[in-house]
Nanobody, 126 residues
Framework: QVQLVESGGGLVQAGGSLRLSCAAS????????MGWFRQTPGKEREFVAA????????YYVDSVKGRFTISRDNAKNTVFLQMNSLRPEDTAVYYC???????????????????WGQGTQVTVSS
């Protein structure tokens, strides 16, 4: 049974930081692209960041560049999202996902990802 479990969400004031983790179990995803998305009620799921299997290549949506950092620890089958200088507009449910079709090309649409976690709520107060 494949499972992705996110953790690290919570309530933080604007300007604060959070570190999200996504741990995979059931099989290893160290050979694939992994990504983070976020979603608010009534809106489409939005791409946030992606990382290649080796961790060398990363890509971010413009709104988080310079504030968020995606990384991974393949030995622990875990991907992270360090979020600094948080803004109220970053408030959302954050999901991690795996793209089993790619190792280095970083997809940005949710339809290209195969497995998803259950999400973790991030709330940034003003």
């Amino acid at each position: 049974q494949v499972q992705l479990v996110e953790s690290g969400g919570g309530l933080v004031q604007a300007g604060g930081s959070l570190r999200l983790s996504c741990a995979a179990s059931g099989r290893t995803f160290s050979g694939y692209v992994m990504g983070w998305f976020r979603q608010t009620p009534g809106k489409e799921r939005e791409f946030v960041a992606a990382i290649s299997w080796s961790g060398i290549s990363t890509y971010y949506v413009d709104s988080v560049k310079g504030r968020f950092t995606i990384s991974r620890d393949n030995a622990k089958n875990t991907v992270f999202l360090q979020m600094n200088s948080l803004r109220p507009e970053d408030t959302a449910v954050y999901y991690c996902a795996v793209d089993r079709n790619r190792r280095n090309v970083l997809a940005t649409t949710p339809y290209e990802y195969d497995y998803w976690g259950q999400g973790t709520q991030v709330t940034v107060s003003s």
